[in-house]
């Protein structure tokens, strides 16, 4: 009877250990294996919106070169955009600030918005003329979801208020 006792036991603690092993396995699995790449701004999730539309070989051929220039320049006028923002916080912040000075830096950061928008929009004109139609139209879907779901997910969301 108690041999039949220490084999439950140990029985029972084989089955503890593993599923112990496995849960921190699956754990560490999806903690460093499943982390995502660096997000497209136009997509709000861990991949580019090209890549959910099944191009052949020489569609990606060209769209990989298109897409990392586009990336950093996005990516350039952004940091720009950041320190003129912080500027316009630091004169803001100041007393003795002059209006002036913050008109114009509000200027140069619509500027720099603007810029962004012509480069986004030079960007899907370049890679509407490497799609088919129907990539085109999956494109677009895509788009549009990702610009709806950033619009709901923004910090400062246009309908504002406080709920």
């Known amino acids: 009877m108690k041999i ?8 029972l603690s084989l089955f503890m250990n593993a599923s112990v092993l496995a849960t921190v396995g699956y754990h560490y699995y999806r903690n460093t294996c499943l982390t995502p790449s660096a997000p497209c701004p136009l997509n709000g999730g861990n991949h580019h919106l090209y890549q959910s539309l099944g191009l052949s070989h020489a569609q990606l051929a ?6 990392k220039t586009f990336h950093a320049r996005i990516e350039t006028l952004g940091a720009t955009m950041e320190g003129k923002r912080n500027l316009l916080i630091d004169l803001l912040e100041h007393e003795g600030s002059d209006l002036s000075s913050i008109e114009e830096t509000r200027k140069e950061i619509a500027g720099i918005q603007d810029t962004i928008q012509k480069e986004v929009m030079m960007h899907i004109m370049q890679t509407k003329k490497i799609l088919n139609p129907q990539q085109q139209k999956r494109f677009f879907e895509l788009l549009r979801g990702s610009l709806t779901s950033a619009r709901q997910s923004s910090a400062f969301p246009i309908s504002g208020g406080n709920k």
């Open 4 to 11: 039949k006792a220490w084999v439950f036991i140990l029985i």
């Open 62 to 67: 060209q769209m990989e070169p298109l897409s």
